[in-house]
């Protein structure tokens, strides 16, 4: 069968105006095509713009720069032939599952009885037959991500756009209806001609695509594609995908090359979303039994039954902090993070401390703001207001909640909770 080309972006970015009215790139000359008869999956860091690129394509944002296209005609808002199934299920409760299904049916003017025999088929080919009239509270998440996906489908979309479409689900039934999708798509049950997923995922990514496309960040760039031509379905355990998981676990560890034109040179403030205890839980795992030091990365993640989103910033905070060092997929104990893992609780303290002034920006930054204060004290939002230069509100209050979290634990300043006010320790 001749390819066609669903979905072609060229040069396309995207900016956002953060809290002090300043701009935000978020996606720099993404060149991107989706074309029939195949499966891409998204990866990227936080920061990396794939939901926003998914909603570029699903015509809900408009993009600042360069053109984007389905089936040669501009995507300015949303098109019949293109659906997407949201990590939220996104469904309206006071609606049953017939009628939730229906909703894109009726928007397009089909008649009653048409709609009904479209939802009935789509239910039925979901496992769903039988649930048509109960309401989404009585279903399990599995169930309710099922209705999202047969009421994207049953409009009869050329692109299905998935975003983190499992990752809202238990292990178990993430992989069942996963496999699930693949099988009719495989067979040729469904009528998409070509899907896009955006997951965290790295093994999912694996299993389910024929091509991976990952993006840098800040701003989000393709930096690697990696075509799969293994056949579906996949053995998880097999060599071949293994050897592909792992590829892609060290280029998604990979440090992104540095000085980006789009943003202007100057201190990096981002810091990874981990907490201490998961910093910690993630080092005393790596010091144990069988890794003692040293561990291959889809491994730990295994061992550890954390999400690829959660244990990637783990592994980076203790790579910023000296602790760990991570490179081509697996990450090592540095000495240091040794005489950590031993040492009593004010001894990780200290050393947590140290390294904080010693090797991460932020922290650095408070400190030395501290220190020329008049009265050894700041208010929050000076701080906040240099975060919100370069990042969006909610990502500069995640960033604020870890460095508050990290420099009270490493003693380098205070924090008061009721007068939002920093102080030296």
């Known amino acids: 069968m001749k390819k066609e080309t669903l979905v072609d972006l060229q040069g396309v970015g995207k900016s956002f105006r953060t809290g002090d009215g300043a701009s935000r790139t978020v996606l720099d000359g993404v060149d991107f095509a989706l074309e029939s008869g195949e499966i891409v999956a998204l990866l990227g860091k936080s920061g990396s713009g794939k939901s926003t690129l998914l909603r570029i394509i699903a015509g809900l944002v408009q993009a600042d720069a360069g053109a984007a296209r389905y089936r040669g005609a501009p995507l300015a808002e949303p098109v019949p032939g293109i659906a997407m199934v949201f990590q939220s299920f996104a469904l309206f409760p006071w609606l049953t599952v017939q009628q939730n299904v229906e909703l894109g049916l009726e928007a397009q003017g089909l008649a009653p009885a048409e709609r009904a025999a479209r939802s009935g088929a789509m239910l039925d080919l979901m496992g769903l037959s039988g649930f048509e009239g109960a309401l989404p509270r009585e279903l399990s998440g599995g169930m309710r991500q099922r209705v999202g996906i047969a009421r994207a489908l049953v409009t009869n979309p050329d692109v299905l756009l998935m975003d983190e479409a499992f990752s809202a689900l238990d292990v178990l039934t ?15 049950r469904i009528p998409t001609r070509g899907i896009l997923v955006v997951s965290h995922n ?4 694996v299993m389910m695509s024929d091509r991976i496309i990952m993006l840098s960040s800040d701003p989000g760039r393709i930096r690697t594609e990696i075509r799969i031509d293994l056949p579906r379905p996949r053995n998880p355990d097999s060599p071949a995908v293994r050897q592909l998981v792992d590829e892609v676990y060290g280029l998604m560890t990979m440090r992104a090359p540095a000085a980006s034109p789009v943003r202007e040179a100057g201190p990096d403030y981002r810091l990874p979303d981990a907490d201490i205890e998961l910093i910690e839980a993630v080092l005393s795992l790596l010091a144990s039994e069988p890794f003692e030091g040293r561990a291959d990365l889809p491994r730990l993640s295994d061992e550890s039954e954390l999400p690829d ?9 203790l790579s910023q902090l000296g602790l760990a060092t991570v490179e081509g997929g697996d990450i090592t104990m540095t000495a240091l993070g040794r005489r950590y893992e031993a040492a009593d609780h004010a001894g990780r303290q200290a050393i947590f401390g140290r390294q904080l002034l010693a090797h ?26 240099q975060l919100l230069e370069s990042n969006d509100p909610e990502q500069a209050r995640r960033i604020m909640r870890t460095a508050v979290e990290w420099g009270r634990y490493g003693e380098i300043y205070e924090f008061d909770f009721h007068t939002r006010r920093l102080g030296l320790a």
């Open 202 to 205: 790295i093994e999912e990514a």
């Open 360 to 385: 991460v920006a932020l922290p650095q930054r408070i400190y030395s703001m501290l220190r020329a204060a008049a009265d050894g004290a700041l208010p929050e939002e000076q701080v906040l207001a």
């Open 174 to 188: 993430g992989e069942t209806l996963r496999n699930d999708i693949l099988e009719l798509w495989d067979h040729g």
């Open 309 to 317: 989103e959660a244990l990637f910033p783990a592994c980076e905070a």
